[in-house]
């Protein structure tokens, strides 16, 4: 039952991920594979408005195009809300309408954003007052990703991203991004990842079960110091995303050639991320990087996890 003061909407900002380190560990029996990430949140956001309703549907609107995408219970913001019904008890249903703008599968966790949304809300929207550990729990159950888009800020991942600890960071680093007009299937990225390794099995350190962050990463973070973080930026699913999309190689290119202190492709791309060392060099950055007709979006990290938004 609805409390009777609760609201008749809820409207919850989450925000995108850049994996600003991403070490992949070798494939086990059951075709997964453990990594270690350093995740921080950026200025990039989902917003999603609950709405009581009889039934659960999802609608879209924002800057995205949405095309295709799942409206029925695959849909994992659908999921989300189903979850907190089950948790809680609940008989009812909701309408959720997200404002997309995290690209659809660019390696941003926009549909984990989603989902985190929407565990938020409905939890205020019904007030089932589930509390933060019991949405975390039920964030675990839907990606690895939707526990670190419930917190934000910058936080170390491992197991399979969703084991979570959060770590220091000092100030506000500056990104820029270009979106892609096309999406990547993270599946297929680690599944060229494995053949990449296995066609040079000879020329690469063994590859550990349980991979760790790398201390330059850490040090950089707790240090707000961007040409540290530049050196340390690294992700082994980099090249096996360039090689599905060579074109992205490009985009790489230009913009480490227009003052980026480096480049990084975002989790499984194929957004990439342009780290910049101010305000100043990221927007020049940004300039170069729309001239050279790429769509662009700038943007600052770390910033807060899913949180309910005044209209």
Not at 28 to 41: C, I, N
Not at 269 to 284: Q, V
């Amino acid at each position: 039952m609805v409390m009777a003061d609760a609201p008749k909407s809820v409207r919850v900002r989450a925000p995108g991920k850049i994996n600003v380190f991403l070490k992949v560990g070798a494939v086990m029996d059951d075709g997964y594979h453990d990594l270690a990430t350093a995740y921080q949140a950026v200025s990039l956001y989902e917003d999603v408005r609950a709405t009581l309703s009889d039934d659960f549907t999802v609608s879209f609107s924002g800057s995205i195009d949405c095309t295709g995408l799942a409206v029925d219970d695959s849909n994992l913001a659908i999921r989300a809300a189903r979850l907190v019904a089950k948790k809680a008890g609940y008989r009812g249903g909701v309408h959720l309408d997200i404002e997309k703008n995290v690209p659809i599968a660019g390696g941003m966790g926009g549909g984990s954003a989603d989902a985190a949304a929407a565990l938020v809300a409905c939890d205020a929207l019904w007030g089932t007052e589930l509390g933060r550990e019991e949405l975390l729990g039920l964030a675990a159950k839907l990606g690895a990703d939707v526990p670190f888009a419930l917190t934000g800020g910058t936080a170390i991942g491992t197991g399979r991203g969703d084991q979570l600890s959060p770590a220091l960071a000092k100030g506000s680093f500056q990104w820029v991004l270009v979106l892609a007009d096309f999406g990547s299937s993270t599946p297929d990225v680690y599944h060229e990842l494995d053949l990449h390794r296995d066609r040079h099995v000879q020329d690469i350190f063994p590859i550990h079960t349980q991979p760790s962050v790398d201390t330059n990463v850490l040090q950089a973070l707790r240090s707000g110091d961007s040409h540290m973080l530049a050196e340390a930026l690294s992700n082994d699913l980099q090249a096996p995303a360039l090689h599905l999309n060579p074109s992205l190689t490009q985009v790489l290119e230009v913009g480490e050639a227009n003052g980026a202190l480096a480049g990084i492709v975002s989790g499984s791309g194929p957004t990439m991320a342009f780290l910049a060392a101010d305000l100043d060099s990221a927007l020049e950055l940004q300039i170069a990087l729309s001239a050279a007709r790429y769509r662009v979006v700038r943007v600052t990290g770390p910033v807060h996890g899913a949180r309910i938004i005044a209209d």
